[in-house]
C-alpha cells in the first residue's frame, strides 16, 4: 500500500516575473534556467514566466464595473492560481524597474491577489548584483502581505568576468545554476509550510 513518502508531490504553480523587459536580459535568463532546472530536479515545480510589458499604465479610470482591461484581467488570474511567486528584477536607480511595479500595482487592486503568497528574488545587475532593488521589493511586499523567503540570497554581478550569461542572456554559470537550484528548493519549502502540508518538527 502506499504511504504519504511514496506519493508524488502535489503539482506547485509557480508565477514567475521578470522586471526587465528586454530581450537578451539577464534576469529573464535567470528565469529560463529556473524553469529548466525545475523540469530537470524539482518536477513538482511548474514554473509559468508571465508577460508583463504589454500592460497598460496603471489608471484607476481603466478599472469599469469591478473589472480591469484584458491583459490586466489575465495577469490578476495568473497570480491568483499560482502557489507562489518567483521575481527576477534587475536594479534600475535602486530600486525595482517600472513595469515591475507597474504590474505589482495592477495585481494590487482590491482584492489584492498577491496577499499571502510565498516569494522568492533573484536579481542580475551592476555592483552589488541587484541588491537594492530586492530590498525595496521586499519593502513592496510588506503591503501587499507576501511572504519572501530570506535564504538563500541570489544577487548575480552580471559585469563581472568570467561572463554569467551568452549574449542571449541565456546562464552559462554552473555556480550560479547552483544558486538557481537552491533557491527553488528553498521557496518550495517554504510554500508547503505556508499551505500547512509540511509539520515541523
Ligand atoms: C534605467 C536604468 C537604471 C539602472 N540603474 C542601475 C542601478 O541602480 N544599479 C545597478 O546595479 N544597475 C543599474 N542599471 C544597469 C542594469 O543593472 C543592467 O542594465 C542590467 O543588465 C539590467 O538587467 P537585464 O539584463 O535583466 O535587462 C540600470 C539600467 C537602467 C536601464
Redesign the pocket.
Known sequence: MANADSLPEPVMKVAAI?G?L?KS????GLLRSAVEIAKEIIPHMEIEILEIGHLPFVNTDLEVDNSFPPSVEELRAKVLQADCILFAS?????SVTGPLKNAIDWASRPPNVWADKPAAIMS?????G?G?AQYHLRQIGVFLNLHFINKPELRVR?FELPAKFDGD?NLVDDKVKEQVKELLLSLSAFTRRIQNRVVLS
Open positions: 521578470s526587465s528586454r536580459s539577464f534576469n529573464r534587475p536594479e534600475y536607480n535602486y542580475a545587475g551592476g555592483g552589488f541587484g537594492l552580471a542572456g
